[in-house]
């Protein structure tokens, strides 16, 4: 298996897919990148795919980053354990 490569800025966490699995590809994840309003989901495989969480502005503190937290992270661990997208080959 390839070594882990460094998280962009932003990611707090990573799920690989089952498609990187496969391959012993650590780059094909879905990540969880905190924003100042949420936390995005994003697949690095799946062109576009990208889903937002944003906090609950009737919440503050831990209570909403742990509910915007808690349903991205559901929602990467489904799409990473199902996603067989293989990643764009690189050409040089």
Do not use: N
Not at 56 to 69: E, I, L, N, S
């Amino acid at each position: 298996m390839k070594q882990q490569p460094s998280w962009p800025e932003g990611v707090v966490a990573r799920y690989l897919t089952d498609a990187g699995k496969t391959l012993g590809d650590l780059a094909a994840t879905v990540d969880l990148i905190e924003k100042s309003d949420g936390i995005v989901a994003r697949c690095t495989v799946c062109p576009g795919l990208e889903r937002e969480f944003h906090f609950d502005p009737m919440c503050t503190g831990a209570r909403a980053t742990g509910w915007a937290t808690g349903h991205a992270a559901d929602w990467a661990q489904a799409h990473a354990e199902k996603c067989r997208a293989l990643p764009k080959p690189v050409t040089s």
